[in-house]
């Protein structure tokens, strides 16, 4: 049911033309806000298309926010160039837009003898991609660093460069960059057909038709859906492979410091022990091959499989108690490779299979994209001193909104989150516009009781904020 007092920015006859843009990216994940940003800096007029209510409502939403080294990724392929590239970006700028960074450093480690056996390859392979810091621990060592993993660790290659970041904070700034500089968001805006004709695409909408020069589908778990729906054919399938996660109180912070990363296989990364930026521990993902690309249910049985390896690897933990529970599904398709297509006769770019690696390679392949463009024939001239906004801090060892006066009520006691920011997330112009999206922007009702004593609050806050209205005692995503 639609709130009666929510007021949209307009409403739009879907036959009458909304914009007339150079660039049109589909899909507002991370891919999406990172591909908007770079190509609004390059000077297109780029517009983004998101069928959601509000951004990252995708595979997104639940990635484990881990800023890779590229250390394991398949040598001189695209994804090591673009996740490679996507660290230096995101080191080189995140003081500017006031994004966190958690300087943990990460531990491939190994628990039987096969698996110290294995981690000279990885060492290997991890010099090979040019990330010559990597060192290999003995047990004694690692225990000094990690005073609280079960002795019974064997060895592990240290890799001082792999970083936790904020996994909704970072594509947040990127797309408010690009409308800060003249980029445009369409939200419950999903694509549902098209036309190219004379060197421009016509886009059919729900708020009308987009007229643009080029496209760069950016649908993560809908790729393959709008290339056919759009070019009558795709040369990938997606297959969804859904990832649980347990996420543990902030008292478990205390018990580690380092991502602990697995001895990896063909197939999979693996299960991560690791802090968050926001003061959790978590746990997670699975890797589980499933048809549907919206099911994220978790299935107790497998939350309590993750619960009991965790409590195997880290001393202390069994007394910690869990926040919450949660499942991402990630794009894979039947080809481990990125899957991109480059047609330069529709104009037309797509940016699919972004599985693990997304977050730290959006900014990579949206250099990527932009150099795909311009193969193609595009030229824009690049904005010359770009606004660069600065997005509200939600890591937890960094000072939040509420250490400073004037933040009116602590709304959500969990997460101290404040009225304020509540308020500033509501407005602005990448406004939140669903629960979900206050969520990320906010953590508001993401704490220890999961929004049971806020969440009437909350509806007091939103209404008239969003298309559905919040019901008291709503929490869940």
Known sequence: MKDPNYSPSADHNSNSLTADMDVAVIGGGVVG????????LEGAKTILLEKAPDILDGASKGNSAILHTGFDAPPNSLEWQCVQEGHREYLKIHEQFNLPLLKTGAMVAAWTEEEEQRLTGVLEKGIKNGVNDLRLLKRDEILKLEPNLDPAVRAAIYIPREYVIDPWSAP??????????????????????????????????????????????????????????????????IMPRKGQFVV?????????????????????????????????????PTAEDQESRDDASVDQKILNMLADRAKNMLLGLDTIPVTATYAGIRPATEKSPYRIRNDRE??????????????????????HAHALLCEQGAQFTPIENPIIP??????????????????????????????????????????????????????????????????????????GKFASPLACGEADD
């Open 248 to 284: 543990y109180d902030k008292a478990a912070a205390g018990l580690i410091h380092s991502i602990i990363l697995p001895v990896p296989s063909k197939r999979t990364k693996g299960i991560v022990l690791f802090p968050t930026i926001f003061g959790n521990m978590m746990v997670g």
């Open 346 to 367: 529709r104009n037309w770019i797509t940016l699919g299979g972004i599985r693990s690696t997304g977050l730290t390679a959006a900014l990579g392949l949206a250099r």
């Open 33 to 40: 806000c990172a591909v908007a940003r770079r190509l609004t």
């Open 172 to 237: 947040l700034a990127y797309l408010l960059q690009a409308v800060e500089n003249g980029g445009r968001v369409l939200c419950d805006s999903e694509v549902t057909g098209g036309s190219f004709t004379q060197g421009h695409w016509l886009l059919q909408t729900p708020k009308g038709l987009i007229r643009t020069s080029y496209v760069v589908n950016c649908a993560g778990l809908y790729g393959d859906i709008v290339d056919r729906r759009l070019l009558g054919d795709s040369d990938f399938s």
């Open 390 to 463: 600065r997005v509200p801090n939600l890591a937890e060892h960094l000072p939040r909104d509420f250490t400073k006066p004037g933040f009116g009520e602590i709304v959500c006691h969990c997460e101290m989150v404040t009225r304020r920011e509540i308020n500033a997330a509501l407005s602005g112009k990448l406004p939140a516009r669903s629960l979900a999206g206050l969520k990320r922007r906010t953590r508001v009702t993401m704490g220890r009781c999961q929004g049971f004593y806020c969440s009437a609050r909350l509806a007091e806050l939103t209404r």
